[in-house]
T-cell receptor, first 115, second 113 residues
C-alpha cells in the first residue's frame, strides 16, 4: 500500500491554464505538506495543513490554492499557470505529537511542465 | 528562521570508501533531524530520523549523529557501493509552532565502480 500518493505523476499544460494535483495519505497523520522542488533541486515548503487547518503559508503567489477536504487529503490547485511554475511538486505527511517521531513521508512527486 | 546547509554540494568516491556528509542548522530548537535519499527523477526516501533527545541513529551501513549545541549532523555511509549514488538531503524539523521542516540543498554522491 502506498503511504502518500499523488496524482497525476506528470502534467504538461499550456500557460494560462488551471490545473490541480491531488494528494492522499493512508497513514492516519494529522499534518500534510506541499513542497516545490525547482530545477536546482532545492526543496521549499509551500503549505502545511494540520487537521484541515492551514498552519504554514509561505510566500506563494495566490494563484496557488491548497484545499484539505479532510485530514487524509491535501490538494493543490494552480490558476493561470506560468512558465516559472514548472517544477516537481511533492506532497508529504507527518504526525507531530509528543509521542510521535514526526517522521516525514513523501509522495513520488508530480512533475509539472508549463509550455 | 532556520537555515540548513549541506557541505559538500557534490562528492565522488571510489567504491569501498567511507562517505561523510555534513549538515548544519542555525536554530537548535529542533523536534528532529531527518536524512533522506533522492534518486534522479524520484521522490524522497527517509533514511534515518534522529530525535532531538538522541545523539545518533544507525541502520545497516548508515549512521547519523546529531550535535544540537553546535548545530550539526553527520551522515556516515560505510563501505560505499555504486548503488549509494544519489542525492542526500537533511531536514531540520522545527520544535514548536508550525513544525516547519527546513531542507538543505543536498549533497550529490557518486560512487565509482
Amino acid at each position: 500500500d502506498t503511504a502518500v500518493s499523488q496524482t497525476p505523476k506528470y502534467l504538461v499544460t499550456q500557460m494560462g491554464n488551471d490545473k490541480s494535483i491531488k494528494c492522499e495519505q493512508n497513514l492516519g497523520h494529522d499534518t500534510m505538506y506541499w513542497y516545490k522542488q525547482d530545477s536546482k533541486k532545492f526543496l521549499k515548503i509551500m503549505f502545511s495543513y494540520n487537521n484541515k487547518e492551514l498552519i504554514i503559508n509561505e510566500t506563494v503567489p495566490n494563484r496557488f490554492s491548497p484545499k484539505s477536504p479532510d485530514k487524509a487529503h491535501l490538494n493543490l490547485h494552480i490558476n493561470s499557470l506560468e512558465l516559472g511554475d514548472s517544477a516537481v511538486y511533492f506532497c508529504a505527511s507527518s504526525q507531530v505529537q509528543i509521542r510521535d517521531t514526526g517522521e516525514l513521508f513523501f509522495g513520488e512527486g508530480s512533475r509539472l511542465t508549463v509550455l | 528562521k532556520q537555515e540548513v546547509t549541506q557541505i559538500p554540494a557534490a562528492l565522488s568516491v571510489p567504491e569501498g570508501e567511507n562517505l561523510v556528509l555534513n549538515c548544519s542548522f542555525t536554530d537548535s530548537a529542533i523536534y528532529n533531524l531527518q536524512w533522506f535519499r533522492q534518486d534522479p527523477g524520484k521522490g524522497l526516501t527517509s533514511l534515518l530520523l534522529i530525535q532531538s533527545s538522541q545523539r545518533e541513529q544507525t541502520s545497516g551501513r548508515l549512521n547519523a549523529s546529531l550535535d544540537k549545541s553546535s548545530g550539526r549532523s553527520t551522515l556516515y555511509i560505510a563501505a560505499s557501493q555504486p548503488g549509494d549514488s544519489a542525492t542526500y538531503l537533511c531536514a531540520a524539523h522545527k520544535k514548536t509552532g508550525d513544525y516547519k521542516l527546513s531542507f538543505g540543498a543536498g549533497t550529490t554522491v557518486t560512487v565509482r565502480a
